[in-house]
């Protein structure tokens, strides 16, 4: 039996603070009573705050991410549509193929995975594209998979630079809330998040943040849809309510997990944290003689970090060892990177220790799964960094190598 | 301010048991860790037992019952296919909606509402229809609107008689786990149910039953869909996980009240229990002189009792008074009946002294609300029929009337 | 086995409020951190608010009400000390046995159990120590076991009126924060609660008042005493501390509770409100043909009423039927009223609907357990009397009846 | 403010499983029920298996530890005993301190802080006490302060050998349920503990093993006591309740963590789980060039371990560093170990993971308080120390080191 802390280092579902905790313990309530705005209406406002997003709206739809991907999909775009889309890891492989399943013509840019969205690229299609024919761009802001984030900045300047006008789809599902997000500036259409990530919850809701041009675009859009549909969601939304039952703990959480990151942490600190523990991270695994997905150091994801193991070393071994032996979960190599590389989350409730002891149990789990490293060499990097964040003379620090 | 505790009345979200409450207060854990089966497994297995399924499977996607409803239909049927539903509610009627818009002919039957499904005049339409044209007979078993209990075996009987192959379609939202509701006799197609209702939990998860025949149908049928996918859905469920991230609490509530229904309290017994408790509310609002919704003894729901006001009042008022002066949620009435009827929910984690509250609080709310009533009246017979189940004798009720 | 809503209507431990339940909801944590006083140091203010105490101190002692008896006695007593104790119920019984345990000379005043605290009697014998062999009063403001709250403003009246310098004790058990009370101005020296009565938390903490009078007897007092302390408390406490390990989650718990008394409810209107729901039991009692077991309507209990049963009834089969039939929890007849009376509690977070699901649950219990009531009767009363509190107009009652 | 998990390593309260948590949330209940036993009974008899106590019984006073000291005294001893104890480390002194404050003489053998209890010193005095003198000898099985366990089967051998009839006192609230443990095999007579050490509960409840020969004592000792009276307590237990409100929220906390012990991990190996973890830390504290302050191997506990820091560092510092910038809580040096000395507490609900963090904030807290340490250096050892434990083959630590 397992006995002792379990140690959640996924990048998704995330662990939930204990004040999240302590507010989803909670009794069941009527969704329809009068006061129901009373929680849900400043939840509303707040995601948008999140998002930061001011002319559109933020929706959630209980669901997952994936739910919030075909929301986004079934109320904008029509049948037949093209849109460009670059497949650079699992989930925006996955984005593209659920694009084609609800009847998209995907035009996607194949890359290696741990390559970033090639903003030049989709520059120079856009700009060939006289007609018009490209309906949306799907960007997918932080590739869990791969540990890759993205320009999307870029890609509207794109988008702008040639009268384009595409809708701009974002999967901010790893990013929004934990990294620098701008949808209103960006002139982002549709982003995606969900409850489990950088907002500390559980799963159960896809969150959708929907521009006035995508509001405008679902106006006329005539996919078959019911249970995404915009109009009922908005309509019920209004009043602070939704088009069937919520998860209402859940709703509880949320609102919670808002004021922590708004109001207690502040957006501009948690973003700030996220990048002062996400690199500790990569020094530990540099000083472990690992490599990592991302291609460059430019474009390293501040919430997830994909490791190469060593050559002869099963990347499967070390997440089911690290799992069953020391009671702690790594993230796995998902489609081609299934076996080589193992995932660390470095999103939503951390700090310094977690992260020691991510790296600690990675280097133990390597070890038993036959790598050839020097114990304490990633974790002591990762000390080493963070007392220089908190002003430890150097020489202090030269001494401890 | 509110004190004490809240009284919740409405036919769901219900009341979520102590032991249910206390299986959901967990830390996040890996969906992908490979003992996560030992949670999944058994519920799915267990789910199959409470939907008295043997052939076919039961499947959860994360969302609300009007999910599952989604997916049943997107994945059976075909765009431009004739479905037969009688509306006699607001779920019916919001069901043929759902059909409707998701591009299916609608061929429905309209009756007051309070009436039940009518099975001669479906027997009728299905005896006509040689060609074969109707794809899905839809039946809402439980129709939580009006408190209208459905016969589906006779729906099932019309359909065998006539050597019919259309699909049977069951919204059980409100029955199944609650009511007798026999999907493998019946030859159920396609249950739709939540975890909100009978099942005691929050909402969160929509739950649908497929029979091997729905199952089939979805191999060929051609209506676009990805988040609701059959197949994806039961590759993934196959090893005890979901094509994305599932809400974990709600599945360890889930994994706890089953326990309960099946093995602690026993699904026979559970069913008994909501006719007991039914049938007090149903003498006490007969000693209260008011008229139910249902047009007949025999079609009373035991999960829910829709209840006429008075002339000259307001339900609104009722519920509003009863909300915010004694803190307890009854349910509204719905489409045409709002104002007209107030609703009691009776399923769930109900007992008897629940039902003497409901009672008391409705009599309280009424008098407040305008109504003439003899406080006390609906309550003692609902007292009178508890003594008399538990054997005091004749003699000594008829001294309490 | 047993299913819905527990019903908890002893006078303790009461109902905890989700809120507070919420808050007991945490990790564990260092009772020796540095900001460990940043929790307890506002708890102290604001229980000396509660106490109505300005001058002294309240002390949180592990343990229960029973054991803030022993450390109000042992640390400001010395052995042989005389007392002067009315005994009316169990509680003033027990406490002075507990004072001739602990080896003080009780002089005791026997009266009926039903009768209050006897103040003419007491100024009597005040007025005769003229060598002040009375070193304390005890009291016992509100007596759990007959429903009877006495006069501590009129004992200490009797004490200044002789210039009499014993110590005022009050058991404030089952009174404070629920009755009017007030420390300071009735000049108080100790006085005793606990959290599982009118603060609404699970027991787990006795709290003691303790005036600076107390605090002086305790310097010189020489009864033995380690665990209750004063001194090692008090010193402990000025830094936030306690000198060993307190119950934390109920501490968190206790916070939440005094925020909700203090600031969101407010002292005096949760002191109203038991007084108007009290009064709604009394009503209901009384409809019911029974007696209560307090004399005299001036000195019913605001917190708890013990009612008498019928001849020929038996009260401890009330109680049994109440649990093991309909899931409620009434309080049964202590010492010689066991059998003879049951107990409603009214305290802590209660409101209208639990009331009347209180009275609807007691007549049950009473017909089955043989007595001869007209269902409903008990309720009705409740009802009316909810309904004219909140203006329904007299005629509407009237009808009513 | 503070992100993330908080990481409790201080030698309790302790870090509370999961599963202990959701078994503390629950609704109130009558503790006077005529089914209350179902709950304690068990907890009783169980409580018995977990001290190895057979002829005996366990008794649970709402209070802390300190409180089953106090009743383990006054129950058994009458005021002018005499009795032994070795004073050497803080709780052993505290615990001479109360006995003295209760009324006996103190016959203390005083050691270096960091010595066991000398049982040859303490079987010379017993030999030379020809008239019995000593009533008592009191051992402290875990000196938390120091992180020492005594050698309790010795100190009996020593009253065996010399047919000394004292009773025999032990203070366990840091051994049992963690380390070895055996009140019947050794003639415990009054056996003391906590639920917030190696029971993994909160703080709440004092546990006190009682021999017969305890018991019979009880029936003669002249000490005052009430709250915490054997007799109240045992006639009261007999039928599974308690004399006053006990906090039925910790008894089921209590009654799920016994299940786990001694029924899902095994009493077995939550000792040895215990050793091969304090082994661990032991040798990270090494590899850091730091001491300890047991004085000898044999003599380390495996539930606390006393570190002491490097000259010119301030253990104060140490521990404020570790709890203001990286959120672990480490236990602080008592008494003249104050600044000299920090503590990792590595009891309860532990794993090898949680050893790691530990080792790796303590790192990084000592050098930001200025030791002069290589990073990774404790860790590393540690990690090799599971690594080998595990079987990864010694070719593979060396290379790692």
Redesign the interface.
């Known amino acids: 039996?397992?006995?002792?802390?379990?140690?959640?280092f996924?990048p998704?579902?995330?662990?939930?603070?204990?004040v999240v905790?302590?507010?989803?313990?909670?009794?069941?309530?009527?969704?329809?009573?009068?006061d129901f705005g009373d929680l849900t209406l400043p939840i509303f406002a707040d995601l948008k705050t999140l998002f930061r997003c001011e002319t559109g709206r933020v929706m959630l739809?209980?669901?997952?991410?994936?739910?919030a991907?075909?929301a986004a999909i079934t109320n904008t775009l029509n049948?037949g549509d093209r849109i460009l889309i670059a497949r650079h890891g699992q989930f925006s492989t996955l984005w593209a193929q659920?694009a084609e399943?609800?009847?998209l013509v995907v035009e996607a840019i194949d890359l290696a995975w741990g390559a970033a969205c090639p903003v030049n690229e989709i520059a120079r299609r856009l700009g060939a594209d006289r007609e018009g024919a490209i309906k949306a761009v799907f960007v997918t802001h932080n590739e869990t998979a791969t540990g890759v984030t993205s320009d999307v900045a870029g890609v509207r300047r794109a988008l702008d630079e040639c009268f384009h006008d595409a809708l701009l789809f974002v999967d901010g599902v790893s990013s929004i809330g934990s990294l620098d997000f701008r949808m209103e500036e960006w002139g982002v259409d549709l982003a995606v998040a969900?409850t489990?990530k950088g907002l500390m919850c559980?799963?159960?809701l896809g969150i959708l943040g929907v521009s006035d041009k995508a509001m405008a675009a679902s106006r006329t859009a005539t996919?078959?849809?019911?249970?995404f549909?915009f109009a009922d969601m908005a309509a019920m939304n209004a009043v602070g309510q939704f088009?069937?039952?919520?998860?209402?703990?859940?709703l509880h959480g949320l609102r919670r997990a808002l004021d922590r990151i708004l109001r207690?942490?502040g957006l501009d600190a948690v973003i700030a944290?996220h990048r002062r523990l996400a690199e500790a991270v990569r020094r530990g695994v540099a000083a472990m003689g690992l490599e990592i997905v991302a291609e460059h150091h430019s474009i390293c994801s501040d919430t997830v970090t994909a490791i190469r193991v060593p050559e002869g070393v099963d990347a499967r071994d070390v997440i089911?060892i690290a799992?069953d032996?020391?009671?702690?979960?790594l993230?796995?190599g998902l489609g081609p990177l299934n076996g080589r590389v193992f995932r660390i989350g470095h999103l939503g409730?951390?700090?310094?220790?977690?992260v020691?002891?991510a790296l600690?149990?990675a280097?133990?789990a390597l070890?038993?799964a036959g790598a050839?490293?020097?114990?304490?060499?990633?974790?002591?990097?990762a000390?080493?960094h963070?007392?220089a964040q908190?002003g430890?003379a150097p020489r202090?620090q030269i001494?401890?190598?």
Chains 1, 2, 3, 4 share one sequence.
Do not use: C, K
């Open positions: 039996m397992r006995t002792g802390q379990t140690q959640l996924i998704g579902p995330t662990n939930v603070p204990e905790r302590q507010a989803m313990n909670v009794a069941q309530q009527d969704m329809r009573a009068h739809f209980p669901g997952s991410g994936t739910a991907w075909e049948t659920m399943r609800l009847g969900g489990q559980p799963a159960g996919m078959r849809r019911a249970y549909d088009p069937y039952t919520p998860p209402t703990p859940l207690e942490e944290r089911r799992y032996e020391f009671n702690t979960s993230g796995s409730d951390l700090n310094e220790a977690m020691l002891t600690s149990v280097e133990l070890v038993r050839d490293l020097r114990f304490g060499a990633g974790v002591g990097a000390q080493a963070f007392a908190r430890t202090m001494a401890a190598e």
